[in-house]
């Protein structure tokens, strides 16, 4: 190579300097188009389709040289799970007060699944209470429930966190981050803390803007298998029912019992907020499903490293989606999951094959498809507690979901959760080499930190970089998915696909992976995020 390219090289791999061409979006666009088509079926965990899904996963790692990361020298981590099934109608009535007994039609005005392993569902005539936004959080001075018994008794919560939407200057602003919603917020906090209580069922009021999706997602979700960890004590840790119900339907009800949900809602945005029971009501709810238990996989690859192959710089990708479900208009009834996620797979397998065919870096790089992410990220939190490398001395988690297509990328680069880590300092000079901006999340409300699987490696101390998801808003086109493609037969590939703009969206973080892989420093939480604590706990195991 003569002096002056190698000058160039050099220069190119400078924080700061214009970043090369490595992603290849034909091959990119290839790999998306390959992992939506109907072949696989929607990639279902536990379906006919997830043995084909996962080996065409294994089979790329292979064919580059990357080496088996999972169970027993293969290229798969096995993550039992329970799965129920809703089978047969759901029979769901409220009596009110004057003896007169309303039936509620699942799907159009409500939801309700289980994860018990059990055969069928029955609750009759429980009250129900509303508890506000369902909140108990010392650390932020806020306690919804009081000295509340919720034993036998339905709780129905707001979702989201107190300080979204709230008017200008309300004292509560700020207190749970502002618009960005907190994992109080997430409809999975609400459910874990409905059984805790030892509720009959739980119900979330549903808004669009609150929830950060439509209605029409939260039915697609209800309507195929559920799963879950295989838990021992699960009693305990699942109410018997958790649904979402429509907001109209639950203002509907609240007036039945002489309440104003809307007055209501204003009121839980106080400290002096108490729950309160919808007197005279009564819930009944029964319907049957099928439970069993079941393996999944998830699909783990690495590249060793040179120098210090005991660290390692994780890439991952969820591959599940829906499989087969609700027919749409024109019965289609294949969900493809496209854009969510078979992109971010795609990305993950483009990656791979950049560093596997480069110079192999100083730490190992470990490439990762997960299972079961839209059950609740239950491949990654199966991963966090049976991890196949030390999460002590996992450098950091770059996790891809839904990279939108497109010829060019958008002048503005996402993050998820900016600020919480000082990976977004490791990434902002190439952003601005290309002549974008480094911004927060556009959508903050809809907890999309919370709903990735780098969030369960999170929580035990893995820094985490989540850039350019596709369903934050961010855009027109990113507006337009999540209001009529998200979780929908309609997210899937089709020939006028180009990924030329998320081909160079990967190629920015490439080059902060080579940082991360080529260094002997470490990514810090920053102070104040909810995960430097349990970093810091390990703190030693990473000195040199």
């Known amino acids: ?90 029979s769901i009535s409220v009596e009110g007060p004057d003896g007169t007994t309303q039936v509620l039609t699942w799907g159009e005005d409500l939801v309700m699944t289980s994860d018990r392993p059990v055969s069928r569902i029955t609750v009759t005539d429980a009250p129900l209470v509303f508890v506000g936004y369902g909140v108990t959080a010392p650390e ?26 709230a008017p200008e200057g309300h004292p509560v602003t700020g207190r749970f981050d502002g618009q960005a919603m907190t994992y109080y917020g997430r409809w999975v906090y609400k459910f874990a803390e409905a059984a ?134 024109s019965g289609d009834h294949i969900y493809n999951g496209a854009v969510d996620n078979a992109t971010g797979v795609a990305g993950v397998l483009e ?7 480069g110079p192999r870096p100083d730490r190992s790089l470990m490439f990762v498809s997960w299972t079961a992410e839209e059950s609740g990220l239950l491949g990654a939190y199966y991963y966090a507690a049976h991890p196949v490398r030390p999460l002590e001395t996992t450098v950091a988690n770059v996790n891809l979901d839904s990279l939108l297509p497109g010829d060019e990328p958008a002048s503005e680069v996402v993050v998820i959760g900016m600020g919480k880590n000082s990976l977004d300092a490791q990434l902002a000079p190439y952003v601005e080499a290309a002549g974008r901006r480094l911004i927060n999340d556009p959508a903050p409300q809809a907890g999309a930190f919370y709903r990735s699987d780098h969030f369960p490696l999170a929580l035990r101390g893995v820094p985490a970089l989540f850039a350019f998801a596709g369903f934050t808003g961010a855009s027109p086109q990113s507006a337009a998915y999540v209001r009529d493609c998200y979780h929908q037969p309609c997210d899937q590939w089709d020939d006028t696909w180009t990924m030329g703009g998320a081909a160079q969206d990967l190629d920015l973080l490439a080059q902060v992976i080579r940082d991360l892989a080529n260094s002997r420093t470490w990514p810090e939480w920053s102070v104040g995020a909810e995960f430097r ?12």
Request: hydrophobic residues 40%.
């Open 196 to 329: 805790r209580r030892g509720a009959a069922g739980v119900l979330v009021i549903h808004d669009t803007p609150g929830a950060g999706y439509p209605w029409t997602t939260v039915v697609s979700g209800a309507s195929t298998a559920r799963f879950d960890i295989v838990r021992e004590n699960w009693e305990a840790e699942r109410a018997p029912f958790q649904g979402w119900i429509q907001g109209d339907v639950a203002a509907a009800l609240f007036a039945q019992a002489g309440l104003d949900l809307t007055a209501l809602r204003a009121a839980a945005r106080t400290e002096e907020f108490e729950p309160v029971e919808l007197s005279g009501l009564r819930m009944s709810v029964d319907f049957g499903q099928t439970f069993d238990r079941v393996e999944s996989r998830n699909v783990i690859g690495i590249l060793p490293g040179t120098g210090h192959p005991q660290e390692t710089v994780m890439v991952g990708a969820h591959w599940d989606a829906y499989g087969h479900g609700t027919p749409d208009t």
């Open 351 to 357: 990656l791979a094959r950049v560093f596997a065919e």
């Open 1 to 90: 190579m003569r002096p002056s390219l190698i000058a160039l090289a050099a220069a190119l791999m400078m924080p700061g300097a214009a970043v090369a061409q490595e992603v290849d979006p034909v091959r990119l666009n290839g790999l998306v188009r390959d992992l939506a088509s109907d072949t696989f079926g929607g990639r279902a965990p536990a379906s006919a389709q997830e043995g084909p899904s996962t080996d065409y996963i294994a089979e790329q790692f292979r064919r580059l040289g990357i080496e088996p990361g999972g169970d027993d020298g293969s290229y798969f981590q096995m993550v039992p799970l329970s799965r129920t099934v809703r089978e047969g109608p759901a």
């Open 533 to 544: 604590a349990v970093r810091e706990e390990s703190a030693d195991q990473r000195a040199d």
């Open 140 to 165: 932020r001075g806020w306690d919804d429930f009081g000295d509340v018994d919720l034993i036998g008794k339905i709780m129905v919560v707001i979702v989201n966190d107190p300080d979204f939407n």
